[in-house]
């Protein structure tokens, strides 16, 4: 099977011809069809993560295809992958023939399509988790969310509206306010008085520091995630003085959660109440895939198709 590797950290992942994995027990043969590139991908293949499999190995975390060989599923069942290692602790998906373990998998929606079904779990289940979980936010609170026009944070705006908050996003030029669902007013950080009940912060850096000074006193903010920066100074005396809490997201910690929620949330991106932009890579294309996730303003997820 043909597979991208990395050899070297931060250099270009190369186009490998690798054994076909063998069918074991506990594990699943999937036929890629899909392979998403995150930035947890990236942050694995800088060598910067905590874990990470041996070199060479094969990247990604996240990607939907068919049942080749399988214990639990049907063979040519459609499914998901996430977890379970895949991409951190053991080689991951971006590969022809995948091997899984079957605590990794779910059943993919016949109304989902595969590069869908592989770029939805981390910004649907992240935001689902923040929101929820986290934040716990409630109908008729108002939220702020950074990072509005990515992956996280669009789905963030959409579900908010759907548990009835009052939403605003946190913009930092035109192109971004333009992209912006109706109905979603855009902020500035000059423009920012302390009155939200929650900030989604999906950006981090010194947007977070901005972004808190939206939070009204008692509220929340949730860190989601650091693309804008991975420090930040704040200002110790007014995060107390208003008693905002400060909460981070460790989708790590709570990928059960997010597995839970994983049913609903397809189907209703299946019926179209959610919308999450999709960017198509070849399988060799990784590499460009890699740098696009980093440039700014790129809007959607990118995934690598078969």
């Known amino acids: 099977m043909k597979a991208m590797r990395v050899h070297a950290w931060r250099e270009p992942p190369r186009l490998d011809e690798l054994p076909d994995p063998r069918a074991r027990p506990g594990h699943t043969l999937v036929r890629m069809q899909a392979a998403t590139v995150g930035h947890i991908d990236r942050t694995v293949w800088s060598g910067a993560f905590l874990r990470h499999p041996p070199l060479p190995y094969v990247p990604g975390v996240e ?3 068919v049942v080749v060989a399988s214990e639990r599923f049907a063979v040519g ?78 789905i963030a705006v959409q579900l908010a509206r759907e548990l009835g908050a009052r939403v605003a996003a946190l913009v930092v030029d035109p192109d971004q306010a333009a992209r912006l669902p109706d109905g979603v007013p855009a902020l500035s950080t000059e423009s920012l008085t302390p009155q939200a009940d ?16 939206g939070v009204a006193p008692g509220g929340r903010a949730v860190l989601v995630g650091y693309t804008g920066g991975t420090s ?24 059960a959660a997010g597995r839970a929620a994983a049913p609903e949330l397809l ?32 809007h959607g997820r990118a995934v690598l198709a078969a």
């Open 63 to 65: 990607a939907a295809g």
């Open 77 to 154: 069942q459609r499914v998901w992958l996430r977890g379970a290692g895949l991409g951190i602790a053991r080689d991951g998906t971006w590969c022809e023939l995948i091997d899984a373990p079957a605590d990794a998998i779910g059943a993919l929606p016949d109304a989902v399509p595969a590069a869908l079904g592989s770029a939805f779990f981390s910004p649907c289940t992240s935001a689902w988790v923040a929101l929820h979980d986290v934040a716990q936010l409630r109908a008729g609170e108002s939220v702020i969310v950074s990072g509005a026009t990515g992956a996280v944070g669009s």
């Open 198 to 213: 929650v900030l989604i912060d999906t950006v981090g850096g010194a947007t977070l520091a901005a972004a808190l000074r």
């Open 232 to 255: 930040v100074e704040i200002d110790l005396p007014q995060l107390l003085q208003r008693d905002v809490a400060l909460l981070p997201l460790n989708m790590l910690r709570r990928e």
């Open 267 to 298: 189907e209703r991106l299946a019926s179209g109440r959610l919308t999450l932009p999709v960017r198509e890579f070849a399988l060799h294309e990784a590499a460009q895939a890699l740098a696009w996730i980093a440039t700014r303003g790129h």
